[in-house]
C-alpha cells in the first residue's frame, strides 16, 4: 500500500511566522502534490513537482514556496503565515507524468493561523 | 464559471435506495475523469476512474458523456458506509494536474 505521511495532523502557528509542512511517499513516486482544501472551495493546487528539485506553480501559489531535495520528500514552505492561509493542507503523490495513475493523499494537516 | 461543477447536496437516502450524481466540466480538452471518496476528516481516495464505454465496480456504475461534458455516478443498494463525500475529479491536459470538484454529500440513514 502507498504511504503518504504528513508531519503533523494539527498545527498551530502565529501571523507573520515561518511554517513548513513536510511529506513524505514511501513508494518511489516521480509526482507530488500540494493542496488545501476549504469550504465551498474544494481541493485547490497550490504546487507540485514532477521530480527532484523541480517545481511548477499550481493555481494558488501566492504566498507558498515548496522544495524538493529528495524524491521522498515535498515541503510546503508559508513564508510569512497569514490568517487567510488557515486551511486544510492535503500532500499527494503519483506514479508517474503521462498517465491515469491515481493520486494517493496523506492524512492532512489542519493548519490554524492566529 | 467553476472548471468542475457538483451539486452540494446533500443527498438523504435510505438504505437499499439508488442514487445518482452528476459533475459538468468546463474544459473540452480534459483527458481523464475519476470519482474520488472523501469521509469525514479524512483524505480523498479513489473510487474509481471513468472510461469512455462507462464502467462498473459492483454497486458502482460510471458514466462520461463527452458531447454533454458531464460525468455521473450511480450507486445501487446504497449501505449506511457509503455516506462520504463524492468528488467529482477532471485531468486536466499533459502531466497530472487534477481539478477536484467541491464535492457531493451522501448520507445514507436506516
Known amino acids: 500500500d502507498v504511504k503518504v505521511t504528513q508531519s503533523s495532523r494539527y498545527l498551530v502557528k502565529r501571523t507573520g511566522e515561518k511554517v513548513f509542512l513536510e511529506c513524505v511517499q514511501d513508494?518511489?513516486?516521480?509526482?507530488m502534490f500540494w493542496y488545501r482544501q476549504d469550504p465551498g472551495l474544494g481541493l485547490r493546487l497550490i504546487y507540485f513537482?514532477?521530480?527532484?528539485?523541480?517545481?511548477e506553480k499550481g493555481d494558488i501559489p501566492e504566498g507558498y514556496s515548496v522544495s524538493r531535495e529528495k524524491k521522498e520528500r515535498f515541503s510546503l514552505i508559508l513564508e510569512s503565515a497569514s490568517t487567510n492561509q488557515t486551511s486544510m493542507y492535503l500532500c499527494?503523490?503519483?506514479?508517474?507524468?503521462?498517465?491515469?495513475?491515481?493520486?494517493?493523499f496523506g492524512d492532512g494537516t489542519r493548519l490554524s493561523i492566529l | 464559471r467553476k472548471e468542475v461543477e457538483q451539486d452540494p447536496g446533500p443527498f438523504n437516502v435510505p438504505e437499499g435506495a439508488t442514487v445518482a450524481f452528476n459533475c459538468t466540466y468546463s474544459n473540452s480538452a480534459s483527458q481523464s475523469f475519476f470519482w474520488y471518496r472523501q469521509d469525514c476528516r479524512k483524505e480523498p481516495k479513489l473510487l474509481m476512474s471513468v472510461y469512455s464505454s462507462g464502467n462498473e465496480d459492483g454497486r458502482f456504475t460510471a458514466q462520461l458523456n463527452r458531447a454533454s461534458q458531464y460525468i455521473s455516478l450511480l450507486i445501487r443498494d446504497s449501505k449506511l458506509s457509503d455516506s462520504a463525500t463524492y468528488l467529482c475529479v477532471v485531468k486536466r491536459g499533459g502531466g497530472n494536474k487534477l481539478t477536484f470538484g467541491t464535492g457531493t454529500q451522501l448520507k445514507v440513514e436506516l
Open positions: 513508494m518511489d513516486h516521480e509526482n
Open positions: 499527494a503523490s503519483s506514479r508517474s507524468v503521462d498517465s491515469n495513475q491515481p493520486q494517493h
Open positions: 513537482s514532477y521530480d527532484v528539485k523541480m517545481k
